[in-house]
């Protein structure tokens, strides 16, 4: 089959010596390069405040390849024609002057110029003014803008300002990378190309739905970053609130990016919001005390090098919400997601109703229901778990649950899995934005959101303490027990 042509692009890659450009942006960069996704004539410039030279630029791209894509993939030949893509410009982001030349090095050129902000939120604006002032721009330029948005609505609709008096709408890809992954995508197909499931996506057949975000770190060196925003800024308001707009939207009309974010936008006005005695019951925010991590010892939130001692900061979030709408109307949502928890896992539960009428063993009855897991991390795939009888003549007709089993590194296996930013940036090369975040789906989750944290802040109550290794606090546990059910932790 042959592989389509990708539209050549100068791509700007603002930020272009910090970690997240290190880590993964280059490395996508370089396997998209390496399946000929790449237009022989797409160019990459780096730039940053560091007084280096293209040479050393390139030498710390190449380390970065060293460290972040595996062996067996790095090719000489491949690597050697990726770098010498790349050019670096050091860079004062706040002065005009030097954007004159972004625009003299894509001088006589028609690609279009692609900027990726992968810098700070309080940046954007100020870069995309320079890049204007500098004749850098046409109707063409593309920008991408990393996550958060943000701190607030407030502040969110201040930087979406300062970014859409330069570009429109149609030029702007908000990225959450959470939307570049397979499974995520999957779910379009899975719930809209399977009458199996899409005639069963309802309050009627659906009991309830889970979603879990864990994560073993800590903050990692981000104290300055995440004492501020917290994991419910971090994490729920934009990667959490994606996947349960992928779960509960109804169907697009097509797949062009407006339908499915007009359906995602309808979600999220939809979301019930946590507020009065239910911030009492339905929500549940920790911070991780010392405990033990892959089976080492390790120090607590408030521990931690730089740490604020008096912080209230929420490394753990988890509440009951329900969509309110016929789909849904009754269904409860549990989301939940944390710090230091005992595994890193991405996974999406939907629980089935069980049969009106139970015919089986009275003490199975606890199995009789159907559950579609959807694991995003850290094995992509899809398990469907259905009952059966099980085998011997001495069992009589006792159930066992088993698995209807896709995992896509062994159904595929000589296909190799796409890291997120892969996807994404090869989508914003093709001037596609479905898996792109629209603006008010960002000013509509900040509004959720917001509403959360006005709630806490008026009741004044501190996180609940959990160790370090543990799945959060027990209240955790306790909301999602108080409705007879409980955390699907399989995995």
């Known amino acids: 089959m042959a592989v389509e042509q990708t539209p050549a692009v100068d791509l700007a890659l603002f930020g272009a010596l910090g970690d997240l450009a290190l880590r993964k942006l280059y490395a996508a960069l370089y396997h998209l390069d390496r399946g000929g996704l790449l237009a022989s004539d797409t160019r990459i410039l780096g730039l940053a405040r560091q007084d280096i030279d293209a040479e050393a630029f390139r030498e710390r791209v190449r380390e970065a390849l060293d460290k972040s894509v595996d062996a067996k993939e790095r090719e000489d030949e491949k690597v050697d024609r990726f770098i010498d893509r790349l050019h670096y410009l050091k860079l004062d982001f706040a002065s005009v002057e030097?954007?004159?030349?972004?625009?003299?090095?894509?001088?006589?050129?028609?690609?279009?110029?692609?900027?990726?902000?992968?810098?700070?939120?309080?940046?954007?604006?100020?870069?995309?003014?320079?890049l204007e002032q500098g004749g850098c721009l046409d109707e063409e330029s593309r920008v991408v803008v990393e996550k958060p948005i943000?701190?607030?609505?407030?502040?969110?609709?201040?930087?979406?300002?300062?970014?859409?008096?330069?570009?429109?709408?149609?030029?702007?890809?908000?990225?959450?990378?959470?939307?570049?992954?397979?499974?995520?995508?999957?779910?379009?197909?899975l719930r809209f190309a399977n009458p199996l499931f899409g005639n069963q996506w309802n309050q009627s057949q659906i009991s309830h739905v889970e979603i879990t975000v864990a994560e073993t770190v800590g903050i990692e060196g981000r104290w300055g970053y995440f004492d501020q925003a917290g994991q419910l800024r971090d994490m729920v308001q934009n990667h959490l609130m994606q996947l349960l707009c992928m779960i509960a939207m109804e169907p697009p009309?097509?797949?062009?990016?407006?339908?499915?974010r007009d359906e995602k936008v309808k979600v999220l006005k939809a979301l019930r919001p946590i507020e009065g005695e239910r911030l009492a019951t339905d929500v549940v925010r920790g911070q991780y005390i010392s405990g033990t991590s892959g089976g080492k010892p390790v120090p607590g939130y408030l521990e931690e090098e730089g740490a604020n001692v008096d912080s209230r900061t929420e490394t753990f979030v988890a509440f009951k919400t329900e969509v309110s709408n016929w789909r849904w109307a009754g269904v409860p949502f549990y989301l939940r997601t944390g710090k230091r928890m005992p595994e890193k896992l991405s996974q999406i539960v939907i629980h089935f109703r069980q049969q009106p009428h139970y015919i089986f063993d009275p003490d199975?009855?606890?199995?009789?229901?159907?559950?579609?897991?959807?694991?995003?991390?850290?094995?992509?795939?899809?398990?469907?778990?259905?009952?059966?009888?099980?085998?011997?003549?001495?069992?009589?007709?006792?159930?066992?649950?088993?698995?209807?089993?896709?995992?896509?590194?062994k159904a595929f296996p000589k296909a190799r899995i796409p890291d997120a930013y892969?996807?994404?940036?090869?989508?914003?090369?093709?001037?596609r934005q479905y898996l792109f975040v629209r603006r008010d789906e960002v000013e509509y989750s900040w509004r959720w959101v917001d509403k959360l944290i006005a709630g806490w802040e008026s009741r004044g109550l501190p996180p609940k303490r959990y160790p370090a290794g543990s799945w959060g606090p027990v209240s955790s546990i306790a909301m999602i027990t108080r409705d007879g059910r409980s955390w699907f932790e399989e995995y």
């Open 98 to 130: 030097g954007y004159r030349e972004i625009a003299q090095w894509q001088a006589g050129r028609r690609t279009p110029l692609t900027v990726y902000l992968s810098v700070p939120a309080s940046l954007f604006g100020v870069i995309c003014k320079n």
């Open 253 to 260: 009309s097509n797949l062009d990016a407006d339908s499915i």
């Open 150 to 189: 943000g701190y607030d609505l407030e502040s969110s609709i201040e930087i979406n300002d300062a970014i859409g008096s330069v570009f429109d709408e149609r030029q702007i890809y908000r990225i959450d990378h959470y939307l570049g992954k397979e499974t995520v995508q999957n779910l379009l197909a």
């Open 364 to 409: 199975q009855r606890g199995l009789a229901s159907n559950k579609l897991i959807i694991r995003l991390q850290p094995d992509e795939g899809i398990n469907l778990q259905v009952l059966t009888k099980d085998s011997g003549l001495d069992k009589g007709m006792r159930l066992r649950p088993g698995p209807l089993h896709l995992d896509f590194h």
């Open 422 to 431: 892969e996807r994404l940036i090869l989508e914003v090369m093709k001037g």
